[in-house]
């Protein structure tokens, strides 16, 4: 199944992608490098990464699903 991946800072695509193949989940960077595009067996697994990822690099950002196959990695809410 296709999941996108909608990221805060561009500068985080080629990281964030990097992470998904090293779990063996092919994905592409969107040109902008504002999304990731992944093939994932579970969307769930998707949220689950970009947590890992975010809290290996000590980000403050969270993701968050916004719709069956796409998810957004984002500051909290406050």
Do not use: Y
Not at 3 to 14: C, I, K, N, Q, Y
Not at 22 to 28: F, H, L, M, S, T
Not at 29 to 54: F, I, K, M, R, S
């Amino acid at each position: 199944m296709t999941v996108a991946v909608e990221l805060t800072r561009s500068v985080d695509g080629p990281e964030v992608l990097a992470t998904f193949v090293a779990r063996g989940i092919a994905g592409v960077l969107e040109d902008d490098g504002l999304q990731v595009v992944v093939d994932a067996d579970d969307p769930a697994t998707v949220g689950h990464v970009l947590d890992v990822w975010a809290g290996e690099h000590g980000l403050p950002f969270a993701a968050v699903k916004i719709g069956r196959t796409r998810w957004a990695l984002v500051p909290p809410a406050g």
